[in-house]
C-alpha cells in the first residue's frame, strides 16, 4: 500500500541485508515513522508493545525476530532462546506460535552461517506467502461486494462496517477485512466503510482511518456503540473483521466489542464476514469460549488516551477520577453461528468444522493437528 504517495510493506529487511524495519503503529495517525529492529529483544519489544500488531504482522515480526536472535546465537540453544523469548510477547494470536513453529522446523536441521542464511529466505518467504494470501482472500471477498453492488440502487455506495483494524497495517500487504474493500475501490465499485473508533487502543480511529485515507477510499469514523444505531437504520450492508485465532469450528477471537457487532448484525439480519487467513486457523481446538486464551492488557489504555493538541503536539489525558479500577480484555469471542461466512485464501466458507474442512481437508481430525493449544 502507498503512504504520501510511496509503496510501503508493514515490514521489511533494509539495504544492508539483515536490520529488520517496520512502520510503528503507536505513532500513527499523526506521525509516520520507521522503527529498526536490530535484536531479538527488539522484535519482542515490537509485538508487545504493540509497535507492530495483528495476527499476520505479528507471525512475521517474530519470523524476523528469529533470524535476528540467530544472528546473535545460531547454537541449538539460540534457537530454544529466541524461541521462547518471542513466544511469550502476545498470547492470542494463533500466528505467533504458528510462525515459531515453521521457523524451528525448517532451521532445526541445519547448522552454523547457514542457520542465518536460511532462516532470512524462510522469513521472507513467510513474508511474500502472506501477501498472496491476502490477495486471494481480497479476490473471493471483491466477488461478494460485486453481488452486492449489482443489488445497489444506481449511484448508492456499499457500506461496509468493520471493527478494529484488519488491514495492510494488520498484516505484510493489503490486511485481510481490507483487501476486498481495497479491490472493490481499485476496481470501481462505489465503497464507503464506517470504521469502529475501537477503544481502547483506536486502530479503528487511529489505524483504519490511516490507511483508508492514504487509499482514497471513502470513509467515517463512528463511535463503538454507533454501529448498533446504523444497522437498524438501514446504513449498513455488510459487516467484515479480521481474526487473531479462529477455532477448527469457527469460533473466531478478534478485537472486543466484535461480538456485540455480531449480534446487531444477526438481529437486523445483515451479513457479517470473517476474513482470515488459514495460518489463524488453530485446528487444536473447537471451543472459542473457553479454549481460546484472552489477553489482558494495561489498564492505562482504558483509564488513558493520547491525541494532537491544537499547536500539532502530542499528548496522553486521563479519562478517570483517581483511584478507579479500570479493565483491559482485548479480544472477544464471536460464537460460529453468529458469522455469516469465513473469507478465505481457497474462498468462502461456512463457519463450521464442515465448512472449514471442505475447504482444508489436509486439517480434517483424521490428520495431525497443526494448531497450538496455548494456556491463559
Known amino acids: ?6 509503496q510501503y ?5 533494509g539495504d544492508d541485508g539483515w536490520r529488520v524495519n517496520v512502520i510503528d503503529q503507536t505513532q500513527l495517525p499523526h506521525n509516520f515513522k520507521i522503527n529498526t529492529l536490530e535484536t531479538a529483544n527488539d522484535a519482542a519489544r515490537a509485538i508487545s508493545t504493540m509497535m507492530v500488531r495483528g495476527a499476520p504482522l505479528i507471525g512475521a515480526t517474530a519470523a524476523y525476530g528469529i533470524c535476528l536472535g540467530m544472528r546473535e546465537d545460531a547454537s541449538n ?5 529466541v524461541c521462547e523469548l518471542l513466544e511469550h510477547t502476545r498470547p492470542t494470536a494463533i500466528n505467533l506460535p504458528w510462525a515459531i513453529h515453521e521457523m524451528r522446523r525448517v532451521l532445526r536441521n541445519i547448522e552454523g552461517e547457514c542457520r542465518v542464511n536460511t532462516a532470512y529466505t524462510h522469513a521472507s518467504n513467510m513474508c511474500a506467502a502472506d501477501i498472496e494470501t491476502n490477495q486471494a482472500i481480497g479476490r473471493h471477498g471483491f466477488e461478494l461486494l460485486v453481488k452486492l453492488s449489482d443489488r445497489k440502487p444506481t449511484g448508492k ?3 461496509i462496517l468493520t471493527h478494529c483494524n484488519a ?3 494488520a498484516t505484510v500487504d493489503w490486511g485481510t477485512a481490507t483487501a476486498p474493500i481495497y ?11 464506517w470504521v469502529d473508533e475501537t477503544r481502547p487502543r483506536n486502530q479503528g480511529a487511529a489505524l483504519t482511518a490511516f490507511e483508508l485515507s492514504q487509499h482514497g477510499v471513502p470513509h467515517t469514523v463512528i463511535a463503538d456503540n454507533a454501529g448498533g444505531h446504523l444497522m437498524q437504520k438501514g446504513e449498513v450492508d455488510l459487516c467484515i473483521v479480521g481474526t487473531d485465532r479462529t477455532t477448527a469450528k469457527g469460533d473466531v477471537a478478534n478485537k472486543v466489542g466484535t461480538y456485540l457487532k455480531a449480534l446487531a448484525a444477526t438481529d437486523n439480519d445483515i451479513p457479517f464476514y470473517v476474513a482470515l487467513p488459514s495460518s489463524t486457523i488453530d485446528w487444536s481446538i473447537s471451543d472459542g469460549l473457553n479454549e481460546i486464551p484472552i489477553e489482558q492488557r494495561a489498564t492505562r489504555e482504558v ?5 494532537r493538541n491544537v499547536d500539532g503536539s502530542l499528548a496522553t489525558v486521563q479519562l478517570t477520577p483517581d483511584g478507579t479500577n479500570a479493565a483491559n480484555y482485548a479480544f472477544d469471542v464471536t460464537p460460529a453461528r453468529l458469522i455469516s461466512g469465513l473469507i478465505t485464501e481457497r474462498g468462502v466458507s461456512e463457519a463450521s468444522a464442515s465448512g472449514l474442512q471442505a475447504l482444508f481437508p489436509e486439517y480434517a481430525p483424521t490428520t495431525k493437528a497443526r494448531g497450538h493449544k496455548l494456556s491463559s
Open 1 to 6: 500500500m502507498k503512504v504520501n504517495g510511496t
Open 9 to 13: 510493506r508493514t515490514i521489511w529487511v
Open 77 to 81: 540453544g539460540g534457537l530454544d532462546r
Open 157 to 159: 455506495p456499499i457500506n
Open 167 to 169: 488491514g495492510w497495517l
Open 183 to 193: 479491490m472493490a475501490h481499485n476496481a470501481g465499485l462505489l465503497i464507503h466503510v
Open 303 to 307: 483509564t488513558h488516551i493520547t491525541g
